[in-house]
C-alpha cells in the first residue's frame, strides 16, 4: 500500500475522512483506521485533536447533529427535508447509540440521493419530452449519474442539459446543490484536451 509522503496530500486525505466521518459519528479510533487504511500515517492523538478541532470549528454542524440524534427517542424518526422519514425503534443504550449515528447521516446523504434521483427522472424527461437521441443515462454511482453523450451535442449538454435538468432548489434549505462535470472518453480515464480537440470539442468542457 502507497504511504503518502507530502503534507498537502496527508492534510486533503485527513480533512476528507474527518469531514465524511463526522456525520457518521466516526471515533478517534475509527478515523485512525480509516487514515492509516488510505495510507496515512498517525496516531489516534492527532485523530483525536483533528475531531475535536473540527467540533470547535463547526460547533452549530455538531450541535445540528447531535439535535438530530436525539430524535431516535423524540419523537421516534426524523423527516429531511425532501419529505422521507427514517424511524427510530425501541433499544437498549447502544442500539440507541447506533441509530442516532444513522440519523445523524440521514439528513445529509438523504437529501442527496433523493436529488439524484430527481435528476435522473429530469434528464429522464428531458430526454423523452423533446425526443432527445443524442444521450443516454448509462449508470448512477452513489452522488453521480454516467451518460454517453454524442461529441456533437457535449456542448448542450453540459452547458444547458445538465444544469436544467440536475440543478433546482431543495426544499426548506433554499440552496441547489451544484454539479462536478468530468468528461471521458473511456471509462475511467478522463479526457484530455487532445482527446477532445481530435473530437472538435472546446477543452472548456473539462
Not at 467540533?55 to 422521507?84: C, D, I
Not at 437529501?111 to 443516454?136: C, H, I, P, T
Not at 449538454?157 to 446543490?177: A, W
Request: net charge neutral; proline share 4%; with cysteine.
Amino acid at each position: 500500500m502507497e504511504t503518502f509522503k507530502d503534507n498537502e496530500t496527508v492534510a486533503y486525505v485527513s480533512a476528507k475522512g474527518v469531514n465524511f466521518g463526522v456525520p457518521y459519528g466516526l471515533s478517534a479510533n475509527g478515523l485512525l483506521l480509516n487514515l492509516r487504511g488510505e495510507g496515512v500515517t498517525t496516531t489516534r492523538n492527532i485523530c483525536k485533536a483533528h475531531l475535536e478541532r473540527h467540533a470547535e470549528m463547526y460547533s452549530k454542524l455538531h450541535k445540528w447533529l447531535e439535535w438530530v440524534a436525539g430524535h431516535v427517542t423524540n419523537p421516534g424518526f426524523f423527516q429531511h427535508a425532501w419529505g422521507r422519514r427514517r424511524h427510530g425503534h425501541p433499544s437498549d443504550e447502544a442500539g440507541v447509540s447506533k441509530q442516532g449515528r444513522e440519523f445523524k447521516n440521514f439528513p445529509i446523504q438523504g437529501v442527496v440521493a433523493d436529488n439524484l434521483s430527481l435528476a435522473l427522472w429530469n434528464l429522464w424527461n428531458y430526454k423523452r419530452q423533446r425526443g432527445e437521441f443524442r444521450y443516454r443515462l448509462l449508470l448512477p454511482v452513489h452522488d453521480a449519474i454516467i451518460s454517453a453523450v454524442r461529441p456533437d451535442y457535449l456542448g448542450e449538454f453540459v452547458n444547458n442539459v445538465l444544469p436544467r435538468c440536475m440543478c433546482f432548489p431543495v426544499p426548506q434549505l433554499n440552496i441547489s446543490l451544484g454539479i462536478d462535470i468530468t468528461v471521458g472518453l473511456r471509462w475511467g480515464e478522463k479526457a484530455s484536451a487532445e482527446d477532445l480537440e481530435q473530437l472538435g470539442i472546446s477543452d472548456d468542457l473539462i
